[in-house]
Each structure stands twice: as structure tokens, then as C-alpha cells.
């Protein structure tokens, strides 16, 4: 026994596991990133599992899409491979005189890559299980299309490493690999370079896979095999620069759908690019690696300091020419949003709603009027959101649109409102016969995260210097594009529009008005997007008789006149709205500081707060022109139960809950804050509101469908029969009573 383990301790693939535990941990992160991403454990509200677990290829699953991970995880795997050869072959030596030197190494080092991909298949076919429904005949065909890309693409990695690589691409890539002698001169020879200690091996895998002692080399000239040794060092190169090109070149063309790899498998070979420039740092530098590291950050920095790229974003139809850049500061605001202003804003939406009601009831009634406020929420908000106006517009027979005179809110609850308004809006108009068809709330469910993902890997992280034009004007492509695109895209050219084409039917009171928000990261003001004036809204109505207001949110039509305001992509209103901290970019507006906009849920995830002002503001003209008014609040969350409950029974919770609270509990905050605003609302108009919550109630409250832009197929229909449950019965019972009320 104590032979076997000795046998055991020095079999070759057992030193090589120990090895890499024991040196350049760093490399082993890689793995260890993926594990915690297939777990659950990292960037589980991102969905990130997802892109792994389920790839998407032209909006769907299938051999193909499998295929092309697998395949893109066996380009993983081979600079997993190539990279920790280069770093550890002078521990190894003896290898080089072996005719196969590279393939045994592979063989040998297969131990995490094996347990990886056994790991891997368990999770994602439990996943394909439970979560997408898939059945057996299906998840089989999957798992075998995951293979064959990784067979596929496994036997041309060898192929090239022991034909093509022999003769053709050693003249271009041998400077390349080989330190360079400039750089050696500046770097002199340092004595922690040297790291002896090659390590002892009896038995090894043969590349006939069959079990070998290795004592028969243990004599071979340490120079020797390092000279052997260093022929496969251009491999790297080559296949870094390979997965980087091939990269690029999908990113420049991201707008063709057919070379749009599934995100999981761009993610895959934007981690071998990294590992392998791991790896060449390390072998180029040796012990001066952190000083490597240091001055990579530092040129990156500089290179931002100077605009030579830039990390944020931009809203897409703004003119960004700097002579029309306006100042952004308080006394700018205080010259813009004025009393007399306020006021004139103020008048101008009490006209609109004097149009409404003209369209809304005979001059002899007073109707029902309706303001929406929708919740944050990523895709899981925009599904409920346009599940629940489509079911209640339809139980009402179309009064719950004819009804509603603005529409509010945070995210992605906005994106599904924006939606449902547009369809009707074209229904209106002629151009669609059947608002209610169910591709609509199938176009709203469809994955927005995989274009995010992919073309943060292809392109953000890659080549942030892509350009586009748009109206005229140049723009970055990145992310936020491909966000843009791709919601344009399943919503059917709905959302493909500037604001100001729905100028018009919005001033006449046809459809809702939109108030779409943001908020302004510089200081926290609210950016407010509205094709009408909205003065009335960015500040609280007690401050007009101050001298210095307190003006908490800015008209972004009122500040960018010059900038063609109203040319702004309806999409890239919603982005802004929607933009979740790294999962979309940040946009920076052209003003002086720039203004930078992120999600509109870090002021209001519920939209309630500008709906109550509106309410508050425009409270004299309801009193005298409407029956009853309607504050529907459209929540992914349940009112009372917004986050689980957590105590400090650990002493990683003991340390992290304070730091963390803000940031763990910040919608709770809000949702139990607006409690306060609900209860004096009715007060604005004689007590004739009525507070309407609708909420998603998942069957298992364990279970409830992930915060992110990708929902799997157990989760639509958790969110499709949410309408179902007893309390939201009950609650759009109410709603439709209400809405078929007229007064004299």
C-alpha cells in the first residue's frame, strides 16, 4: 500500500495538479471563476450561468449553439494548456525527449480540464432539466453537440501543433515567443528569476495513453530538452493572436446575426486571450511581473486621462459636437427651470389632458383617468409588466389604454410599458390588426443578454475604437448598441424610433406621454425624458416662492435644445433608463462636466415618485375634470416581502452586512418609503385615488425568476400565471369596476 501511494504521489498528471496548486495560483482563477458562475455563487443577478448553462444561437438552443461552446471552451482548455507548458516546462525537462513532448504534457495535465467538464455536464443538464423543461432526447442531443464542437475543434489544435506548426509558422511567430534582447538589456538578470526545482516523476501517460515509468529519461540533458523545449513556445502566440482576431472580427461585424457567437463562448475565448497574456507576461518577465502589471494599468489610465478611448457610453441621435455643450451646474438649472416656467409647463400639460378627455368621454362626463407607474426589474419586470397591462387593457376592452394619460417608471418594467403603448399606438394607426396576438408577450421574453455579453467580450474588451453613424453623427459601437439593437429587433422595429416620432399623437392625448427617467451619477438629480415640457416635475412645488429651490431632477428636452433633444433613439432612452451598474455601460451626455446617466432605479425602482408629483401638481384640473383617478403600480416584487430576510449568524455576515446594507436592502428602502407618499396621495384629489398594486407572486418563493435580461422557460410561465394569484384577482377586479365608471 505504502508502494502504491508512494507510485501514486509521483505519477506525472498527480505532480503537474500539485504543481499548479503550488505555483502561479493565478492561472487556477480562471477555473475557479467558472465553477462559481455555473454555481450560482458569481454574477447570479446578471445571468451569467445562463450564457453557459443554456447558449443562445439566432434566439435559440440547439446542436449548433452547443457545439460552438464546446468548441470555444476546447480553445480554453488548449491555452490552458499551452500556457502552463510554457511556465512549467523547465520543471519538466525530461519531456522535451519525447517525439510528442506536448501531447503527453496535455495528457498528463488533463485532470482539471476532465473534472471540469464532468462538473459542467452534470450542472448544465440539470439545469435543461428543471429549469428550460427540455426533455431526455432533447438535453442528450445538446450535451452531444457540446462534444463535438470540443472533439472538433481538440483534433485541429493537434493537427496543427504537430504538422502545420512544424515548419510554416515557425519564422513568423520565433521572435515573438523568445524574450526580447532590448528588453533584457533594460532588465537585467535577476537571481529570483531562477526557480529550481524540477519535479520528480515515475510514471507518466504515454501518447498512446498507456502508463509508462519515466526513470528510463531521468539522465537527459537539462539543456537539451530545453532546447526541444523551446520549439513549442511560438504556440502560444499563435493561438492568442488567433482567438483575439477571431474576436475582432465577429465584433466588427456583431450586427450580423449569423456571426454572432452564443456570449458563453465569446466569454470562453476572451478568458484564453487573458490567460495566455497571463502566461507571456510571466515568461517574459519573470519576478518583474507585478511591475508588468503596474505599468499596464498605468498606460490604460493615461490612455483613458486622454480620451484615447473611453469607457463609457453615448445615447444614440444627440449631436456630441462640443460648441453646443451646456454647462451642467446648479446655476444653470436655476436659470432653466424657473417659476415662470413651472407654471407655463404646468398650463401646457393641463391643455394635453383637456385634449384627452375630449377623445376619452362625451363632454357631458368626466372619465376615469389612469397613471402608470411600473417597477425595475430587468426582463423579469418588462414580461410582468406587458403581461399585465395586455390581460388587463383586454378584460377592459381596450379602456385601460384610452384611460391611462402617462406612463412612468424604472428599467425594464419601462421597456415592456414602452412596448405595450407602442403596439396599441400601431393599432391606432392602422399598421397592426390584433394588439392582444401572443407573439408579443413572446417577443418581450426573448433573451436581450446574450448580444450584451457576447459583444462585451468581442468589442468593449477588445476593441473599444468601432465606429458607426447614426443620423449623421459618429458614434462608439459597444455594448449599450448591441442592447439597442437587439431590443429593436425582437420587439419588431416597435422601439425603432426617435422619441419625437410619437411627438405629436402624445401632445393630442391618443396615446400615454412617457416620462422616461435616469439618474444623473454626478450628483444624483433625476434625468427626465419626455417629449412634452415638464418643468412642473423637477422640483418640488413648495420651493417656488425660495430664492435657491431645491431642483431634484432635470428636463432633458429643456436642457439639450440645441442638441437635437427629440432625435434621441427611443431605445437609447430606455438603455439609459435600464442601465444596470457594468451590465450596460454608463452614458455620458454632452454637457460641461459630462452628465452621466445610469439606471433609473438607484432615485425611484417604482417610478412612484414623479407619479405622485404628477398627481400632486396637475390636482386642481382633476378635481374639476375627472370621475376617479388611478394610480396603477406595476411591481416584480411583492409589496411587503421585497427581500429575504438575513441575520448575522456568521462571521462573514457579521463584517459584510453593515458595509453592504445599502446596497442589499436599497430596494426594500425604497418600497417601504413609498408607503408614506401612498398615504397622503389621495389627500391631492379629494380622496377620488385609488391605489392599485398588481405584483408578481411566484408559486415558490424560493424560486422567484432571477433579476437579469434573460428569462429560462420555467420562469416565463411563473411570471405568464402570476396574474392568476388570488391577491392580483382580486386587485384587477377593482381595476375594471373602476375603469367602467363614469360620472355625470
Avoid at 485541429?156 to 504538422?163: H, K, L, N, P, Q
Avoid at 497574456?277 to 498605468?298: D, M, N
Avoid at 419601462?414 to 400601431?426: E, F, K, L, Q, V
Avoid at 437635437?564 to 460641461?592: D, E, G, H
Wanted: proline share 4%; hydrophobic share 45%.
Amino acid at each position: 500500500m505504502r508502494k502504491l501511494i508512494r507510485n501514486l504521489y509521483f505519477f506525472l498528471p498527480v505532480q503537474l495538479l500539485l504543481l499548479h496548486f503550488r505555483r502561479y495560483q493565478l492561472l487556477l482563477i480562471f477555473w475557479l471563476v467558472l465553477v462559481l458562475i455555473f454555481t450560482g455563487n458569481l454574477a447570479a443577478h446578471f445571468g451569467a450561468s445562463t450564457l453557459f448553462l443554456y447558449p443562445e444561437y439566432m434566439d435559440e438552443i440547439s446542436f449548433l449553439s452547443m457545439s460552438m461552446l464546446g468548441g470555444a471552451f476546447c480553445v480554453f482548455m488548449m491555452m490552458w494548456h499551452i500556457t502552463t507548458f510554457i511556465i512549467h516546462s523547465k520543471r519538466i525537462p525530461y519531456l522535451g525527449a519525447y517525439r510528442h513532448a506536448f501531447l503527453i504534457y496535455c495528457l498528463n495535465n488533463s485532470i482539471i480540464p476532465l473534472l471540469f467538464l464532468i462538473f459542467y455536464s452534470v450542472v448544465s443538464v440539470r439545469h435543461q432539466w428543471h429549469e428550460e423543461q427540455m426533455n431526455i432526447n432533447n438535453i442528450i442531443a445538446l450535451q452531444s453537440g457540446f462534444y463535438t464542437g470540443f472533439a472538433g475543434v481538440l483534433l485541429i489544435s493537434f493537427a496543427y501543433f504537430f504538422r502545420v506548426s512544424r515548419d510554416f509558422f515557425k519564422s513568423t511567430f520565433q521572435k515573438i515567443t523568445k524574450p526580447v534582447k532590448k528588453l533584457r538589456k533594460i532588465i537585467k538578470h535577476d537571481s529570483l528569476d531562477k526557480d529550481s526545482g524540477t519535479i520528480v516523476v515515475k510514471f507518466y501517460i504515454s501518447s498512446k495513453f498507456t502508463i509508462l515509468a519515466a526513470d528510463e529519461h531521468a539522465d537527459a540533458e537539462p539543456e537539451v530538452m530545453a532546447t526541444v523545449l523551446q520549439r513549442h513556445h511560438r504556440n502560444i502566440a499563435f493561438a492568442t493572436i488567433f482567438a483575439y482576431v477571431l474576436l475582432l472580427i465577429v465584433g466588427i461585424y456583431i450586427d450580423i446575426p449569423y456571426l454572432r457567437l452564443p456570449a458563453g463562448a465569446g466569454f470562453l475565448l476572451l478568458f484564453a486571450i487573458v490567460m495566455g497574456l497571463s502566461g507571456a507576461l510571466k515568461y517574459f518577465l519573470k519576478s518583474w511581473e507585478t511591475i508588468g502589471w503596474i505599468a499596464f494599468v498605468v498606460v490604460l489610465s493615461v490612455m483613458v486621462r486622454f480620451q484615447m478611448f473611453d469607457l463609457r457610453s453615448i445615447a444614440y441621435g444627440l449631436d456630441y459636437h462640443k460648441s453646443l455643450e451646456q454647462v451642467y451646474h446648479y446655476s444653470t438649472l436655476r436659470s432653466l427651470f424657473t417659476k415662470v416656467r413651472y407654471n407655463s409647463d404646468k398650463t401646457m400639460e393641463e391643455a394635453r389632458l383637456n385634449r384627452w378627455k375630449t377623445h376619452s368621454a362625451a363632454d357631458t362626463t368626466k372619465p376615469v383617468m389612469v397613471v402608470i407607474s411600473v417597477s425595475g426589474g430587468g426582463s423579469r419586470s418588462a414580461y410582468w409588466t406587458f403581461r399585465v397591462l395586455q390581460h388587463v387593457d383586454s378584460l377592459s376592452g381596450g379602456k385601460l389604454f384610452k384611460n391611462t394619460v402617462m406612463i412612468t417608471g424604472a428599467s425594464g418594467g419601462m421597456i415592456g410599458a414602452t412596448y405595450w403603448r407602442n403596439i396599441h399606438d400601431a393599432h391606432k394607426m392602422g399598421l397592426l390588426q390584433n394588439p392582444y396576438a401572443p407573439k408579443y408577450q413572446q417577443n418581450v421574453g426573448k433573451d436581450l443578454l446574450n448580444a450584451i455579453i457576447f459583444s462585451l467580450a468581442s468589442i468593449d474588451l477588445i476593441s473599444p475604437f468601432n465606429k458607426i453613424t447614426t443620423a449623421g453623427y459618429k458614434y462608439t459601437k459597444d455594448r449599450g448598441y448591441a442592447f439597442e439593437r437587439e431590443l429593436a429587433r425582437i420587439t419588431e422595429g416597435m422601439l425603432d424610433h426617435p422619441i419625437s416620432y410619437y411627438s405629436s399623437r402624445e401632445d393630442s392625448g391618443l396615446i400615454p406621454q412617457l416620462i422616461i427617467n435616469g439618474t444623473i451619477i454626478n450628483d444624483g438629480r433625476k434625468l427626465m425624458i419626455c417629449n412634452q415640457p415638464i418643468a412642473y416635475l423637477t422640483q418640488p412645488e413648495y420651493s417656488l416662492r425660495l430664492p435657491s429651490p431645491p431642483i431634484d431632477a432635470v428636463d432633458y428636452c429643456a436642457f439639450f435644445p440645441e442638441q437635437n433633444a427629440k432625435q434621441l433613439l427611443l431605445t437609447s432612452a430606455l438603455r439609459m433608463n435600464a442601465t444596470f451598474p457594468y451590465v450596460l455601460p454608463v452614458v455620458r451626455l454632452p454637457s460641461q462636466p459630462r452628465m452621466n446617466i445610469m439606471d433609473a432605479g438607484l432615485r425611484d425602482n417604482f417610478g412612484v415618485q414623479v407619479a405622485s408629483r404628477y398627481l400632486h401638481v396637475l390636482r386642481d384640473w382633476q378635481n374639476k375634470n375627472v370621475g376617479e383617478t388611478i394610480l396603477l403600480e406595476i411591481r416584480d416584487t411583492r409589496e411587503n416581502d421585497v427581500t429575504g430576510n438575513t441575520d448575522q449568524s456568521s462571521l462573514a455576515n457579521m463584517i459584510a452586512d453593515p458595509l453592504f446594507v445599502i446596497q442589499n436592502k436599497w430596494e426594500a428602502f425604497q418600497s417601504y418609503g413609498y408607503n408614506y407618499i401612498k398615504d397622503f396621495a389621495p389627500a391631492y384629489v379629494d380622496n377620488k385615488l385609488h391605489v392599485i398594486t398588481l405584483q408578481y407572486i411566484p408559486r415558490e418563493f424560493k424560486k422567484t425568476a432571477t433579476l437579469n435580461f434573460h428569462l429560462t422557460r420555467q420562469e416565463k410561465e411563473d411570471l405568464y400565471e402570476s396574474i392568476n394569484q388570488s391577491y392580483n384577482e382580486a386587485e384587477i377586479k377593482r381595476l375594471v369596476n373602476l375603469l367602467n365608471k363614469q360620472k355625470q
